[in-house]
């Protein structure tokens, strides 16, 4: 039956759905998942890095998180490419608002303004949804540490802890468990990848199958800080979520 209602975005099927977008978050569902916690200090993100072959070269930069302002920053899971887009959009809005009113966009405007965009692409004919979903964590004057889930079909939605990506049902329903309003960002970061641990398909955890960034307030100013390899395979180990490597003799 759906055969005759999924070749355009523009068309409802009899049951009020849209396939084209339900099609785009399953492509989502492929990708390597990100995991979001919201604490009372700062905000956790985790991703995990899918490493298709062995004689690819690992990148320097970041593979799942994105810095898009000071004060806002994002992780991904889906397309790569059209992830690449929207970040750049969501840059050009940030600067665009702090340029005419010198100050940090809200968060949830600079969220709201990118689903807009993707909203767009849901509506119009001959175009394709955005096969991607993002986490945004940030910090403003307005509401303090804020956490956001969007999805192609434009939808977004402030959570305290989330997970996108392969296995967000499970890792979500963990973390609905686990989850302490009063979390702090260790406590964060050690929820996070005990989660990632248990629903990553891969049997042990490495820093090479691993990004982590948090977003914290430090000295009055906002930062956005990435995990470098050597500390995260610390925290692995001081977390109990891997072994620690064998001493040569």
């Not at 979903?133 to 969007?150: E, P």
Request: neutral net charge.
């Amino acid at each position: 039956m759906s055969r005759r209602y999924d070749s355009r975005t523009t068309i409802f099927s009899p049951e009020g759905r849209l396939y084209q977008v339900e099609y785009a978050m399953e492509a989502i569902g492929n990708a390597g998942s990100a995991i979001g916690i919201l604490s009372k200090d700062g905000v956790v993100l985790v991703g995990e890095k899918k490493v298709t072959s062995k004689l690819l070269q690992t990148s320097t930069s970041t593979e799942k998180m994105y810095k898009i302002d000071d004060h806002v920053a994002c992780a991904v899971a889906g397309i790569m490419s059209d992830a690449n887009i929207l970040i750049n959009t969501a840059r050009v809005q940030a600067q665009r608002y702090t340029f005419a009113y010198q100050e940090p966009m809200p968060v949830e405007q600079l969220v709201q303004s990118l689903c807009d965009t993707k909203q767009g692409y849901t509506q119009f004919g001959g175009l394709r949804p955005f096969g991607v979903s993002f986490l945004f964590a940030g910090w403003d004057k307005n509401y303090g540490f804020q956490l956001y889930m969007s999805d192609p079909s434009g939808n977004y939605a402030g959570w305290k802890a989330a997970a996108i990506g392969a296995n967000n049902q499970a890792a979500q329903s963990m973390l609905k468990q686990d989850y302490k309003d009063d979390i702090t960002r260790e406590e964060a970061v050690q929820l996070a990848l005990k989660v990632l641990s248990k629903t990553m398909d891969s049997t042990s955890l490495t820093s090479e199958k691993l990004e982590l960034a948090e977003v914290f307030v430090s000295s009055g100013k906002v930062k956005y800080q990435i995990c470098s390899p050597e500390s995260l395979n610390q925290l692995l180990v001081k977390f109990g979520v891997t072994q620690p490597p064998a001493e040569t003799s």
